[in-house]
């Protein structure tokens, strides 16, 4: 898409969203090269650059995703956490709006809530970065503070803007974290760094249907002072 029509900055803000079916399409090396150079421009408090990425692909993201599926299908909770993904209670509106967003997302995937094995099913989905081609693996210096992963979280969230720009998609997964000691086998990162997320990347598969998740209205999470 690069070099043909530019992507307007709002088109690719609201076309962002994690797509769950990837066609086995592969992507260049050359385009990711492309995108996280241009990534490096996300703002880090200090001009610190906290993250590394791992990119994998081929046959060594084809191993890893057969052995976190192995795990997953064999009903393994997972290695310990190194940070909680959500706060161990969430109250409303939050609790609603998780709730709200779980129900349409794995009820588009064919997952009933009331599925007995709905929690194997989900991360066995995860686990095979639901098709993609490529995972790229963030990672921190164990080092950093809450700075420091709010400036990951604005890197990633550029990555995954320039991938639109690319005509490309992504799924941001903080699964990953569950199967941390295999993707670190995987990728060779050593005990200074925690893995903050993967990124699954790839061409969106065809004829699967498009699920975009409910966003609370503008009021509900802005303030506006003297205006």
């Known amino acids: 898409m690069r070099g043909q029509e530019a992507v307007d900055v709002y088109e690719a803000v609201d076309s962002r969203r994690a797509v769950r079916a990837f066609s086995d399409e592969p992507v260049s090396k050359e385009v990711l090269e492309r995108v996280l150079t241009a990534a490096s421009r996300a703002p880090s408090s200090g001009n610190l650059q906290p993250w590394h990425v791992y990119v994998v692909t081929g046959e060594p993201l084809a191993e890893?995703?057969?052995?976190a599926t192995a795990r997953a299908l064999a009903g393994d909770p997972g290695d310990e956490r190194e940070y909680p993904m959500y706060p161990a209670e969430l109250t409303s509106p939050y609790l609603d709006r998780f709730s709200a967003a779980a129900a349409q997302r794995y009820e588009a995937l064919g997952i009933e809530r009331e599925d007995p094995d709905r929690p194997m099913k989900i991360a066995a989905l995860n686990s095979e970065a639901f098709g993609a081609p490529v995972v790229l693996f963030c990672y921190l210096d164990r080092r950093m503070g809450p700075g420091q992963w709010g400036d990951a979280g604005m890197y990633v969230q550029t990555v995954m803007l320039l991938l639109r720009a690319e005509g490309l998609h992504s799924c941001p997964q903080?699964?990953?974290?569950?199967?941390?000691?295999?993707v670190s086998r995987t990728v060779g990162a050593d005990d200074r760094l925690t893995l903050f997320c993967g990124v699954a990347v790839g061409f969106e598969k065809e004829g699967v249907p498009r699920l975009r998740t409910g966003r609370?209205?503008?009021t509900e999470t802005v303030?506006?002072?003297?205006?």
């Open 64 to 67: 890893l995703k057969k052995r």
């Open 174 to 182: 903080v699964m990953w974290t569950n199967y941390r000691r295999t």
């Open 216 to 218: 609370a209205d503008m």
């Open 223 to 227: 303030s506006f002072i003297g205006v």
